[in-house]
């Protein structure tokens, strides 16, 4: 799970103070949309681990899978081709690439590593532990995001 950053609650002070916002549409893909998929892992995760149980191969490549709708949309939202009014502030944009792209780093390795193709086997509960708190760390950022930047 991606480690507080030394300056974070000043910069979540900043954002409050400049009163900056996070574009609707932009705000519909992160929230809504990636919300959605962060769910879905944490769904996911929390099943098996509340039996204490690995995680089967299909299950662990809907992970996969989410975690690349995940990074899909974080591409569209850090880059947006057409309309340049939807760049995030910088501020925003460095929170986002901290909390999501670091934790969805972490989900990518631990679950890719049980997923290789000559040798596929269950994600082992040890590794869905280390995932689990990723995932939430992910929508406590989004929820803090939306709560400072909420106008």
């Not at 103070?17 to 959605?36: A, F, N, Q, R």
């Not at 769904?43 to 995680?55: A, C, F, G, Q, T």
């Not at 082992?124 to 532990?129: I, P």
């Amino acid at each position: 799970m991606a480690k507080p950053l030394p300056n974070e609650q000043a910069v979540y002070q900043r954002i409050h103070d400049e009163k900056i916002t996070v574009p609707l549409s932009v705000w519909e893909e992160m929230y809504c949309h990636m919300g959605d998929y962060i769910s879905v892992i944490n769904l996911v995760l929390s099943y098996y681990i509340d039996r204490n149980e690995p995680i089967p191969v299909v299950d662990a490549r809907k992970i996969l899978d989410y975690a690349l709708r995940i990074k899909d949309t974080m591409m569209r939202i850090l880059y947006p081709e057409e309309n340049k009014d939807l760049l995030l502030h910088p501020l925003v944009r460095d929170l986002f690439t901290h909390y999501i792209g670091n934790d969805l780093h972490i989900i990518n390795l631990c679950v890719s590593f049980y997923l290789d193709p000559l040798d596929e086997k269950p994600l082992a509960l040890e590794d869905a532990k280390k995932i689990l708190p990723c995932t939430i760390t992910m929508r406590q950022f989004l929820d803090r995001l939306r709560e400072v930047t909420n106008r």
